[in-house]
């Protein structure tokens, strides 16, 4: 039969009190700044190219082109997915550029770990 050793035997390790006072931020400000930039830029850019779609829709004669509903729909269709991408690229660019904590990877993990065990 095997024996155990008692778990008082065992090393015990200090933490290193020297890291505890030292404060690292997961924040990045120049990571939000250029992602908030990239988000306006798109969203510049997809504004112009729909005033230019919605000017080549319309015509000043009657009964041709498209209608008003047509265009209010497409308008605020055009501006939703104009908002949901700048704010898409914006986000991923922020996160992507931003510097990792130390424990952060670490805190991640033990989310995801408790979140997805059944």
């Excluded at 008692?6 to 009190?17: G, T």
């Excluded at 990792?100 to 065990?117: E, F, L, M, W």
Aim: zero cysteines; proline letters at 4%.
């Amino acid at each position: 039969m095997p024996t155990y050793q008692p778990i008082s035997s065992a090393a015990v390790v200090e933490p290193d009190l020297a890291l505890d006072s030292v404060s690292v931020s997961a924040v990045s400000w120049a990571a939000i700044f250029v992602g908030a930039a990239a988000a306006a830029a798109l969203s510049l850019v997809l504004v112009i190219l729909g005033f230019g779609l919605g000017l080549s829709a319309v015509s000043p004669w009657s009964h041709s082109g498209a209608s008003a509903l047509t265009m209010g729909v497409a308008a605020i269709a055009w501006l939703a997915f104009t908002q949901v991408a700048a704010s898409a690229i914006g986000g991923y660019l922020a996160g992507r550029l931003r510097s990792r904590a130390a424990g952060a990877r670490a805190i991640h993990r033990s989310i995801i770990a408790s979140t997805t065990r059944p």
